[in-house]
């Protein structure tokens, strides 16, 4: 019997990502990570900038900083996806503002259950509750969460999931 397979991708915080791989492979998995540091990103340019401006506020991408960050280590991302054709049980993200949305599109193509986990309230990250699409199941931490404090997200993760309070 072959090892399950699972895609772990997050930032690489306080090397969490790596505990996270040592016991999913203690616990007999194989786990092709999709991790990468996220450094301290700086414009190398006035263009650089007034471009970002563009993007978010004229053409309302609000994305244009995480893609220009992304690309740094979205070859090398992609040719360890590529390296690996066939389908993996699960894939587990953290932290999903450190990933594009096509990219997390193609995870979701590429695994059969997606999960994603984040230690932040949906309040804080609302951003990420806008991808909740790609997900089977959607984590999130909050003391005060409860259906009545979040009515313009309770339709759409019913529609969707189930909302665990």
Not at 44 to 73: C, E, H, P, S
Not at 90 to 96: E, G, K, P, S
């Amino acid at each position: 019997m072959s090892k399950k397979k699972v895609i772990l991708a997050m930032p690489e915080l306080f090397k969490i990502h790596e505990l996270i791989i040592e016991n999913l492979e203690k616990c007999g998995f194989e786990v092709l990570s999709l991790t990468y540091e996220e450094k301290e990103f700086k414009y190398k340019n006035v263009f650089q900038r007034l471009k970002k401006i563009w993007y978010r506020n004229i053409l309302g991408q609000k994305d244009f900083k995480k893609r220009t960050m992304f690309r740094a280590v979205e070859e090398r991302l992609n040719t360890l996806l590529s390296e690996h054709p066939e389908q993996a049980d699960y894939c587990f993200m953290i932290w999903l503002g450190a990933y594009p949305k096509d990219f997390i599109a193609k995870l979701r193509a590429h695994s059969k259950l997606m999960v994603y986990y984040n230690w932040e309230a949906l309040t804080f990250l609302k951003e990420d509750f806008d991808n909740i699409e790609f997900f089977d199941k959607f984590y999130f931490f909050s003391i005060r969460l409860t259906r009545a404090n979040i009515p313009e997200y309770t339709e759409k993760l019913l529609s969707n999931h189930q909302l665990l309070l």
